[in-house]
């Protein structure tokens, strides 16, 4: 989302960031790996939330993927520089950032967390690139302005795309992964048995806390329509995400941490139901 909210702000569309997180579907997201490495909140099938942020103005092209049969050639990178010369483009690496600037030599990236965390990428030669240097750069996509659909439209293909997550949530994780609301159960486990990366516990439960508090504040902010079950909603996944901040902190005992996480569970269980109801009102 950050390198989305980044476009909204560089096209002048200036997107809040809870639009951004709930009309594009995002906010209902959970996905986990057994291990919780920090990778739950990338690993997973983003085509849903590509369309709902199209549907917000920001149409995305993917212009290279590693896991395509497709070799980064001198071609692929010729068309990466034309579309970052013309338009905004980000790399899928350890972090998604977006490209800030074209030398003779390469990229400039923005940096996110600042220039001292090992996981961000300052720069990126063009010879680099195409010599496979660089370690964990997965794809590059571009990012262009075109005309939102109606706020009725995005509104309800976002709750549309939420409760798909719920329903359906074997359509989006990949191998290994758990996506929706039985990731919990994976994330209680890990906890259990006192064996997960700490850091990855960490990033999911700070991740998956501002999906919840962003879907807590669109209902307080942009609710739709004004009834019981977004003031239940606002209510509960207000408390969810308090939930899963409090389990972020790395001091904590892995008991206080499963509570936190169960908490959110419980709290999380009546999401859907709710959700459908104020769609059903649309």
């Known amino acids: 989302m950050g390198v989305y909210g980044g476009a909204s702000t560089y096209y002048g569309v200036e997107l ?17 790996h057994p291990t919780l490495c920090p990778s739950g909140p990338y690993c997973w099938k983003h085509d849903s939330i590509i369309q709902g942020l ?23 990178l010729t068309q990466i520089q034309e579309a970052a010369s013309s338009s905004l483009v ?11 600037e074209i030398s003779e030599d390469g990229f400039t990236f923005t940096l996110p967390w600042g220039p001292e965390v090992p996981v961000c990428l300052k720069t990126a030669t063009f010879e680099d690139l195409l010599n496979n240097r660089i370690e964990n750069v997965f794809g590059w996509v571009q990012i262009e302005k075109i005309t939102p659909k ?20 074997k359509h989006y994780p990949y191998k290994g992964y758990t996506f929706g609301l039985a990731a919990y159960d994976v ?5 259990t048995k006192g064996e997960y990366d ?6 999911n439960a700070m991740v998956w806390s501002e999906c919840r508090s962003q879907f807590a504040n669109y209902f307080r902010q942009f609710a739709p329509i004004e009834c019981t079950e977004t003031d239940q909603l606002i209510d509960l996944l207000g ?27 419980q709290l999380e269980q009546s999401i859907p139901e709710l959700v459908q109801k104020v769609f059903n009102r649309l």
Request: net charge negative; with cysteine.
């Open 90 to 100: 980000y790399v899928m690496a350890m972090e998604f950032q977006l490209v800030d």
């Open 187 to 191: 994330w209680m486990e890990a906890l």
């Open 54 to 76: 199209a549907n917000l103005g920001l149409q995305s092209t993917l212009l290279y993927s590693k896991f395509s049969c497709q070799l980064f050639s001198s071609n692929v």
């Open 16 to 32: 809040p960031s809870e639009r951004l997180f709930v009309e594009s579907g995002y906010a209902a997201a959970l996905n986990l």
């Open 239 to 265: 408390r969810a995400a308090s939930h899963l901040a409090t389990s972020a902190n790395k001091d904590l005992t892995d008991a206080v941490k499963l509570q936190n996480v169960c908490e959110a569970q």
């Open 150 to 169: 109606s706020t009725e439209e995005c509104i309800r293909t976002g709750l549309a795309n939420a409760l798909d997550m719920y329903q359906n949530p």
């Open 198 to 203: 700490r850091h990855g516990h960490w990033w």
